[in-house]
């Protein structure tokens, strides 16, 4: 952005602080740390200059901003009202998982999502394989099927826009019963296909599933929520990411992922489909 445009959009958004806050300019520079003679300055546009690191936190904490909206980065003013770390460390398990995806994908609405899910993707599960995994993972039955349930419903809202991008051999060791899903009997391996195609079919194009050749790239799982933040999904527990440049950095790792995919979206239906129709022993590939 030119150094122009970003002091315009700041000015901008300091007049609306200032309107909001009530205060005349006196009280108001006093409040981030500044004389009046140096808020003027800021006011009336004559630099391109702007005000130093620390001033810029002062104004953000002060009226609960963030740093991106207060230099015409984002159009988003804050999550929680204050400055947030640029990386937490957040425990997920039960109840909280929930609470915490939840509130993510709440603050994230109408922003594009995406997503690199750790095995089958949340919301395409049956209930058949959501109970086997709650069986090896020692995980609460119900706490994972509500978030299924969740998840289903979040993608049909009409302002959802959610991209997911896993390996394509996940998929097809899933058919054949390997690893984890070794127990799991193929007439329920059939049927979570299917399921999954005809939810594929059922939210496309809100919802969109991009399959990539796993044996050319990797990705640990993560999901991205719009611009605001990012989590890495690290067990029980997830590395969030606040800071505006690593959000962007995974993106461009997603969406090289998306380019890179061998099944598009409109395609993954089908090979889902394709995958149930295929007759596996489970003795291996």
């Known amino acids: 952005?030119?150094?122009?445009?970003?002091?315009?959009?700041?000015?901008?958004?300091?007049?609306?602080?200032?309107?909001?806050?009530?205060?005349?300019?006196?009280?108001?520079?006093?409040?981030?740390?500044?004389?009046?003679?140096?808020?003027?300055?800021?006011?009336?546009?004559?630099?391109?200059?702007?005000?130093?690191?620390?001033?810029?936190?002062?104004?953000?904490?002060?009226?609960?901003?963030?740093?991106?909206?207060?230099?015409?980065?984002?159009?988003?003013?804050?999550?929680?009202?204050?400055?947030?770390?640029?990386?937490?460390?957040?425990?997920?398990?039960?109840?909280?998982?929930?609470?915490?995806?939840?509130?993510?994908?709440?603050?994230?609405?109408?922003?594009?999502?995406?997503?690199?899910?750790?095995?089958?993707?949340?919301?395409?599960?049956?209930?058949?394989?959501?109970?086997?995994?709650?069986?090896?993972?020692?995980?609460?039955?119900?706490?994972?099927?509500?978030?299924?349930?969740?998840?289903?419903?979040?993608?049909?809202?009409?302002?959802t826009d959610m991209e997911v991008c896993m390996p394509r051999h996940t998929l097809e060791i899933f058919a054949r019963g390997l690893g984890v899903w070794s127990g799991f009997s193929q007439d329920a391996r059939r049927d979570q296909l299917n399921h999954m195609a005809d939810l594929l079919d059922d939210l496309y194009p809100t919802f969109r599933l991009f399959l990539y050749d796993g044996r050319v790239r990797y990705s640990v799982p993560y999901t991205i929520f719009g611009s605001l933040r990012a989590a890495i999904y690290v067990g029980d527990m997830y590395m969030v990411l606040n800071a505006t440049q690593p959000v962007r950095t995974l993106t461009r790792h997603f969406d090289n992922l998306v380019r890179a995919a061998e099944i598009n979206a409109h395609e993954a239906a089908a090979f889902a489909r394709n995958l149930a129709g295929v007759s596996f022993d489970g003795d291996g590939i």
Do not use: C
């Open 1 to 159: 952005m030119d150094k122009r445009d970003l002091s315009t959009l700041f000015r901008e958004r300091l007049k609306i602080l200032l309107t909001r806050s009530g205060a005349n300019q006196s009280a108001f520079a006093a409040s981030v740390g500044i004389d009046r003679s140096a808020l003027s300055q800021l006011l009336a546009g004559a630099s391109t200059r702007l005000p130093r690191a620390e001033t810029l936190l002062n104004i953000a904490a002060e009226h609960k901003v963030s740093l991106d909206w207060l230099l015409g980065l984002s159009q988003d003013e804050g999550l929680t009202g204050e400055i947030r770390e640029s990386l937490e460390i957040e425990e997920g398990s039960n109840d909280r998982n929930h609470t915490l995806l939840a509130r993510w994908h709440a603050e994230a609405a109408g922003t594009k999502i995406r997503y690199v899910p750790a095995g089958i993707p949340d919301l395409l599960r049956t209930d058949a394989l959501i109970d086997y995994e709650a069986d090896i993972s020692h995980r609460n039955r119900e706490k994972q099927a509500g978030e299924t349930q969740y998840r289903i419903e979040y993608n049909r809202r009409p302002e």
